[in-house]
């Protein structure tokens, strides 16, 4: 049991994406409206969170892996197709591009975070990317580094520290955060 807020999934569409990743088999998805049309899809994965995404190829579309939220997966039927997964794929290297799920070649970079001496310790605890590196500073500080994409999601995830954090690196991220670092939360995450 994961608590806090989720979001609902449909039990038959979870079931048929079990059973078209044990095969593999190819799915033929309604995905985001009620009266979208079919596609075929072939699941790769599934990363799991507030929400899920199915990591799935679309070959209507192209080579590109893909991610499709699990919620707005109205019916899922599998077919009896197997299919080859994309030669090279690895689901944990897939997901280490992002911070959280969100995937964008054009914000993958550098990420470098510096964290306050008197959040240091607590950050130090945080597993925030499989690729972090852990510097800790003279002054008691703590920066964060590693390489990936979603900053919307790193922004969700650095409200909770207030003004203990300070974006370094990218610019695009300290931008997104400007103007939102509260000095008076009573606890650290």
Known sequence: MRPGPTVALRPEATDAVIEALRGPFRLRVIYGSVDAEPRVIEPHGLLLGHRSYLVARQPARGEAILNFRMDR???AEV??????????FALNDYAAQ???VYQDPAQYGEVIWRFAPEAAGRAAEF???????????EDGGLI???R???WLEMAWHLY???D???VIAPAGLKALIEGHRRPDFDALP
């Open 127 to 137: 597993r925030f990317h499989p690729t972090q590196v852990l510097e800790s500073q």
């Open 98 to 100: 992002s911070f959280g």
């Open 164 to 166: 203990k954090v300070d």
């Open 79 to 88: 077919l009896d197709e197997s299919f080859a997964f994309v030669s090279g």
């Open 73 to 75: 997966l109205h019916s």
């Open 144 to 146: 964060v580094r590693f």
């Open 160 to 162: 909770q520290w207030g």
């Open 148 to 150: 990936a994409a979603g």
